[in-house]
């Protein structure tokens, strides 16, 4: 029997005024997977990832997480959502002048009420697992590239979210560092039994990770399933995609 879908979403629409960018998609995020959103520039991949999460507002249609209506829910309610998602962005959107360590805390004190000691308890295990224990007092400014996106992992996962959400993970990253923070989500992925959602257009990251693809094009879905099976699909559109890696 398969799981329910954790994120459901109908007919949706987005627009950026009076041009549609994203045009009556309908799709189903479930929970344990890593599905990664591809298509090439300006199909849409970030539109969708921000409109799930209400970073954009949708023109129509609907989104539902654990079953709930989000796009007509109140800020409390939408407030407590929010509580459940990690989000890792594409530049890491660390504050510079703050250490890892208080970046990491920022959701922990925004969001709970949790002792001191509890919290830091919490902060030291994030970083340990993204390999960061030895960073945790430095600046981003004295980061390399590839420990600015785990120390952005470690924050998006500090409130232990049902699912996280990656926007472009590996831009930026030189080949090795980007397969290390690869296996990095997908051990996370396997200790933490969580659903990820990535957008990425880097072909050897959608090797590695996806268990699931949504391929757009020109607003439209053309594709969802496995990656195998998108390969067998015969759509001229992602044949080339994964021919040349780029449109």
Not at 214 to 220: Q, S, T
Request: proline share 4%; hydrophobic share 45%; with cysteine.
């Amino acid at each position: 029997m398969k799981n329910e879908a954790i994120i459901e979403i109908r007919d949706l629409v987005a627009k950026y005024g009076e041009k549609t960018v994203l045009d009556g998609i309908s799709v189903d995020i479930y929970p344990g997977e890593v599905t990664v959103i591809l298509g090439g520039s300006g199909c849409g991949k970030t539109t969708l990832l921000k409109n799930m999460l209400r970073l954009y507002e949708p023109f129509s249609g609907s989104v539902r997480f654990c079953g709930e209506e989000i796009l007509t829910m109140d800020e409390k309610a939408f407030n407590r959502v929010l509580q459940q998602i990690g989000m890792l962005f594409q530049n890491g959107a660390l504050l510079n002048s703050m250490s890892v360590y208080d970046n990491v805390s920022i959701p922990l004190e925004l969001h709970t009420k949790l002792p001191r000691h509890i919290i830091d308890r919490i902060i030291r295990v994030k970083l340990h697992l993204v390999g960061l224990s030895e960073a945790i007092y430095k600046f981003p400014s004295e980061l390399s590239g590839g420990m600015k996106k785990r120390a952005a992992l470690a924050r998006a996962m500090a409130l232990d979210p049902l699912i996280l959400f990656c926007d472009e993970p590996s831009a930026g990253l030189d080949p090795i560092t980007s397969a290390a923070l690869d296996d990095l989500i997908l051990d996370l992925k396997q200790q933490l039994s969580m659903t990820i959602v990535i957008v990425t257009h880097e072909l050897a990251s959608i090797h590695r990770i996806a268990d699931r693809i949504i391929f757009l094009e020109g607003g439209k879905m053309l594709f969802n399933g496995s990656l195998p099976d998108a390969k067998r699909a015969g759509i001229p559109q992602i044949d080339r995609f994964f021919e040349v890696g780029k449109f």
